[in-house]
């Protein structure tokens, strides 16, 4: 019987939402999924580490790299360049290890399109008044970077559509149960169990006025 293939799981969110806390959480606490480290043009933040939060290039680099084929997609970012190296994902599959890519939704369409492997999961605020709070609250980010953040969260939520899955990060350990819910599922070929659950269609007529609200 041949090895396992590893299985891609996106996980996408406005900025703010809690990709990062719920992404590390998973990660901690499954040592079959590894968390992609993602090339980018922005300046580390404080505390963050080069080649364990991102691989942080120059522009110039960045565009050697894309011209040379080597992403799997990229997009630009709040002015910056952000992008998953394709040959350490497939090594990372290969070896029959999950991986999770922390990306925002121009880089999740561009899987979408070209990976049938790939599993989409977007992550909501409960709020738009609690994305804001989350986004301020962080500090990581200069008060213009946050508005310029949170006008483009009313555009990222339009691409929920083309996600498999959807689920609030309200209270984090009940959002961290549920994408382990789905990965675990997909895992075991009992997707339609996921998709009833925490499928995109279900969680929006669950919400209902309160998912146009966040818009
Ligand atoms: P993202 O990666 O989507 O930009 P972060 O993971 O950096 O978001 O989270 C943004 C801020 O919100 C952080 O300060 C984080 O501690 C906080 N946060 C994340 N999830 C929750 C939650 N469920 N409840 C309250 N605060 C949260
Ligand atoms: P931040 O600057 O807050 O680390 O990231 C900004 C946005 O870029 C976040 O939504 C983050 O998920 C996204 N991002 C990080 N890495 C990648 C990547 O490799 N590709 C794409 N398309 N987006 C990424």
């Known amino acids: 019987m041949g090895q396992r293939r590893g299985i891609p799981f996106v996980i996408s969110a406005p900025s703010g939402t809690g990709k990062t806390s719920v992404c590390r959480r998973v990660v901690d606490a499954d040592p079959l ?40 997609e990229y997009a630009e970012y709040g002015g910056h360049l952000y992008g998953t190296g394709s040959g350490e994902l497939d090594a990372t599959l290969a070896r029959g290890l999950d ?30 008044e609690e994305l804001e709070r ?50 675990a599922a997909e895992r075991e070929g009992r997707a339609a169990d996921a998709r009833a659950r925490h499928g995109r269609e279900v969680v929006l007529q669950r919400l209902g006025p309160r998912f146009d609200k966040l818009r």
Not at 54 to 59: A, L, M, N, P, R
Not at 110 to 115: K, L, P, S, T
Not at 169 to 174: A, C, P, S, V
Request: net charge neutral; aromatic share 6%; proline share 3%.
């Open 134 to 183: 989350r986004l301020r609250g962080r500090g990581t980010d200069a008060p213009e970077v946050v508005d310029r953040r949170l006008a483009l969260a009313r555009r990222e939520l339009e691409a929920i559509r083309l996600f498999d899955y959807a689920i609030v990060n309200d209270d984090l350990e009940l959002a961290v149960t549920q994408v382990r819910e789905v990965l």
């Open 33 to 72: 999924i590894i968390h992609s480290v993602s090339h980018t043009t922005r300046a580390p933040r404080a505390g963050e580490r080069d080649g364990s939060d991102y691989h942080f290039v120059s522009d110039k680099e960045f565009r050697r790299l894309a011209e040379a084929g080597a992403f799997l």
């Open 99 to 128: 991986v999770l890519l922390e990306i925002e939704v121009q880089g999740a369409a561009q899987i979408r399109e070209g990976r049938a492997d790939a599993r989409l999961v977007f992550l909501l605020p409960p709020s738009r």
